[in-house]
């Protein structure tokens, strides 16, 4: 079983919809969650971080954790064409330790 | 505040030749971590620094990878001799432990061909 699991898509939404990215990890013992967004030919970008149980939102974007079912998943609202890129889902077993990223699901939000 | 820093930011070069890649962590951040991304593979760590000392280097593909940090704010990854399946995309990434909130951030990467 791989330790960070993402749908690779693509997932297609038109603008203005809700776009829902989902994340699986296999170690239950895993204390911090994270989302990037990496568009073509850039690095990735940290958009957003969840630490505990329930919903974290930043603007348009909703982080939600389940730690029980060992889900993370990030909802982006009123999508926009800007919002195409590949969103990898990261987790951090611990302190001290190095990231493990999940392969990335590509969005693409058509106008 | 400036971000990580990566050079070049673009490399070509002929199979067997070295490769040096180089890396300013964000000032304050004490772990440094090198990454390589290929469509195939995706994003792989390949070594992990905390206060300038190698933690996990398991990701290292074999002997002509080193990487070194001689202090806080500088590393080096490099590639001696480099072949064509060393190309990819290789970013740095920065964080400062001992936070509650351990934040990792990534550089503008180095796309480097080996022809």
């Known amino acids: 079983q791989k330790e960070v699991e993402q749908n690779s898509g693509p997932l297609s939404v038109p603008e203005g919809a809700i776009a829902s990215l989902n994340c699986t990890y296999s170690?239950?013992?895993?204390?911090?969650f994270f989302w990037y967004r990496q568009y073509s030919g850039k690095s990735p970008e940290l958009i957003m971080s969840?630490?505990?149980?329930g919903d974290k939102e930043d603007g348009r974007f909703t982080a939600q954790l389940n730690k029980a079912s060992q889900y993370v998943s990030l909802l982006i609202r009123d999508s926009q064409p800007s919002d195409s890129a590949t969103y990898l889902c990261?987790?951090?077993?611990?302190?001290?330790?190095?990231?493990?990223f999940g392969k990335g699901t590509t969005l693409s939000v058509s106008s | 505040d400036a971000g990580v820093i990566q050079s070049p930011r673009h490399e070509v070069t002929e199979m067997g030749q070295e490769v040096t890649l180089r890396c300013k962590p964000i000032s304050g951040h004490n772990s440094l971590f090198w990454y390589r991304q290929t469509m195939m593979r995706g994003l792989e760590l390949l070594i992990y620094?905390?206060?300038?000392?190698?933690?996990?280097d398991s990701g290292m593909p074999e002997d002509r990878f080193s990487a070194k940090m001689p202090n806080a704010s500088f590393s080096t990854l490099k590639i001696q001799p480099s072949e064509p399946r060393d190309s990819a995309v290789y970013f740095c990434?920065?964080?400062?432990?001992?936070?509650?909130?351990?934040?990792?951030?990534f550089g503008p990467g180095t796309r480097l061909t080996v022809t």
């Open positions: 990434a920065s964080r400062r432990d001992g936070l509650a909130r351990n934040e990792q951030y």
């Open positions: 620094f905390n206060n300038n000392v190698p933690i996990d």
């Open positions: 990261a987790v951090n077993r611990e302190a001290g330790t190095a990231l493990i």
């Open positions: 170690d239950r013992v895993s204390q911090s």
């Open positions: 969840i630490y505990s149980n």
